[in-house]
């Protein structure tokens, strides 16, 4: 007699061996598929998940300002100012992005320890005129510095970030980072 017969033979013989061997296949086959389906399941709401970050990511942009010239049909979202920098020279367009990098230093707490305007940088032939600035700030301050510059008119574009904790000196403030910033933005020349 071989294996199969025997096998045969013994579930043939005792019908509560054949039923519970039915039943622990039919409960295996439904493990199987129980897990099949709970990982789609799950992947499923992993990309809903990302989906609703994506959304939320993309409803963080500036409040936008409707173009003078669109209709309802056609919403054309413009953020307030000019995307260049404005100036009728290139001295006074780098003192324009000067002005912009210590207003927004200022804003979120910070103090501009130094600054030099760049005119004759490597990008300078492509119309960019780039600051360098140190600042000091809080730490939290640095997140809200980065967006306000690169977020918002005219167009800017951080190039070098450095970032270092400050030594305690008496008089200054513990907690404070000391940054060092490389922000580049376009001028469209003389008008």
Same mark, same amino acid.
């Given at each position: 007699?071989?294996?199969?017969?025997?096998?045969?033979?013994?579930?043939?013989?005792?019908?509560?061996?054949?039923?519970?061997?039915?039943?622990?296949?039919?409960?295996?086959?439904?493990?199987?598929?129980?897990?099949?389906?709970?990982?789609?399941?799950?992947?499923?709401?992993? =990309? !809903?998940? +990302?989906?609703? &970050? @994506?959304? $939320?990511?993309?409803?963080?942009?500036?409040?936008? *300002?409707?173009?003078?010239?669109?209709?309802?049909?056609?919403?054309?979202?413009?953020?307030?100012?000019?995307?260049?920098?404005?100036?009728?020279? =290139? !001295?006074? +367009?780098?003192? &324009? @992005?000067? $002005?912009?990098?210590?207003?927004?230093?200022?804003? *979120?707490?910070?103090?501009?320890?130094?600054?030099?305007?760049?005119?004759?940088?490597?990008?300078?032939?492509?119309?960019?005129?780039?600051?360098?600035?140190?600042?000091?700030?809080?730490?939290?301050?640095?997140?809200?510095?980065?967006?306000?510059?690169?977020?918002?008119?005219?167009?800017?574009?951080?190039?070098?970030?450095?970032?270092?904790?400050?030594?305690?000196?008496?008089?200054?403030?513990?907690?404070?980072?000391?940054?060092?910033?490389?922000?580049?933005?376009?001028?469209?020349?003389?008008?």
């Amino acid at each position: 007699m071989t294996t199969t017969d025997l096998i045969k033979h013994h579930l043939t013989r005792s019908p509560l061996i054949a039923v519970t061997v039915y039943l622990g296949l039919m409960t295996a086959l439904a493990a199987a598929t129980w897990g099949a389906l709970a990982d789609v399941l799950e992947q499923r709401a992993e =990309v !809903t998940a +990302a989906r609703d &970050t @994506l959304a $939320q990511m993309e409803r963080r942009k500036p409040a936008p *300002v409707q173009a003078p010239n669109s209709t309802p049909d056609n919403d054309a979202i413009i953020p307030p100012g000019s995307a260049f920098l404005e100036g009728p020279t =290139v !001295t006074v +367009a780098g003192a &324009t @992005l000067l $002005q912009r990098i210590a207003a927004a230093v200022t804003k *979120v707490g910070g103090s501009i320890l130094s600054s030099q305007v760049e005119l004759q940088g490597p990008q300078s032939k492509a119309g960019f005129i780039g600051v360098i600035a140190s600042c000091e700030l809080d730490q939290p301050a640095l997140q809200q510095l980065l967006y306000d510059l690169e977020a918002g008119m005219p167009f800017l574009f951080v190039e070098q970030l450095a970032v270092q904790t400050a030594v305690a000196v008496s008089g200054a403030r513990e907690g404070r980072l000391r940054v060092q910033l490389t922000v580049y933005g376009q001028w469209q020349g003389e008008k």
